[in-house]
């Protein structure tokens, strides 16, 4: 059986690393019977990275990856993995998404869209990056045109602080901070390094505001429909894929930063009153969101960073 993985992001990212990790592990348990082709950046077709929904729907793919916050629309409770300034632990949240709360955003994914989620991915702790100045406090984010994704959330927090948010797809990332389009982005340092996107952005500000979960997806029918030891063959190269990917993402936040330092990225680390003040700022967009979301799951999540 020929299968495929895409994605919308370069050889180097953590998502396309792990992507082969998969591929590898599945030749291994397939012993031939089942083969798993690459596609890492369909953005290099010309095509939107959200086009990834509509082939995986399509069956045109088998596998993909993409931020959750985009199938948030479809699958409301999502929307707890994109509450600000909450994670600060990965591993803790981590630990609660391969638990309960996992178990029931996977059944709400599976319930409300044709996929079927294979694993929680680390798309990254989200950081300002800027042309202009310095960011330290919501004042000097006044002013400020930000990049971000089609998500409302993400908006309504980056407005919340005081930037003009500004929605594009990824593959126009790197053109509209180019070109000036956009004052500032916001990503992980990943992002921002593999997008080339420091070449104009000699400021980052570590809010980490966000902390980003990416859904491991496939085709929900044609996995029930698989032969069982290709289920379970499948089920196992997702886990090890899902544990090098969160392993790839921790380590890049390290060797990122000091690639950005070396090539003369100015970062801006928040004392905790700093951070506050941000996180105050964006308060009064978050307690109406657990309220409308599903309280119990979204304070469990939330619960997992206590101690």
């Known amino acids: 059986m020929d299968l495929t993985f895409a994605g919308y992001q370069s050889e ?3 998502h396309t690393r792990a992507g082969r990790v998969f591929a590898e592990r599945l030749a291994a348990l397939c012993s031939g019977e089942a083969s798993l082709a690459l596609m890492p950046d369909i953005t290099q077709q010309g095509r ?22 985009a199938q948030a629309g479809s699958v409301p409770l999502l ?21 309960e709360v996992g178990a029931r955003l996977s059944a709400e994914v599976a319930a409300r869209t ?18 202009r100045r310095p960011l330290r406090r919501p004042e000097d984010c006044r002013g400020l045109r930000m990049r971000t994704l089609n998500s409302q959330i993400y908006q309504d927090v980056l407005a919340a602080v005081g930037f003009t948010p500004v929605v594009t797809d990824a593959k126009d990332l790197p053109r509209v901070v180019a070109s000036g389009e956009v004052d500032g982005q916001e990503n992980p340092l990943t992002n921002l390094l593999h997008f ?16 980003g ?14 032969p069982a030891d290709l289920r379970h063959a499948v089920d196992d190269a997702a886990r090890a894929a899902t544990l090098a990917q969160r392993r790839f993402a921790a380590e890049d936040d ?15 680390d928040l004392t905790p009153e700093e951070r506050a003040a941000f996180r105050a700022a964006a308060a009064p967009v978050v307690q ?12 469990r999540y939330l619960a997992s960073q206590d101690g």
Do not use: Q
């Open 213 to 226: 979960v990416a859904l491991f997806l496939c085709n929900r029918t044609a996995y029930e429909n698989w």
């Open 254 to 268: 390290v060797t990122c930063r000091a690639e950005l330092e070396k090539g003369g990225t100015r970062f801006v």
């Open 48 to 69: 939107a990275s959200t086009d990834l929904f509509a082939m995986l729907a399509a069956n045109e793919i088998g596998f993909c990856y993409y931020a959750s916050s």
């Open 114 to 131: 044709p996929f079927r989620l294979l694993g929680f991915w680390d798309n990254g702790f989200r950081h300002f990056s800027n042309a």
């Open 288 to 299: 109406p969101r657990i309220d409308a979301l599903d309280r119990e799951l979204a304070l």
């Open 79 to 99: 929307g707890i993995l994109d509450l600000p300034f909450a994670i600060h632990d990965r591993a803790k949240a981590f630990a609660a998404l391969d638990g």
């Open 196 to 211: 080339g996107l420091n070449a104009y952005h000699p400021y980052v500000t570590v809010s980490a505001h966000i902390f």
């Open 12 to 14: 180097a990212s953590v």
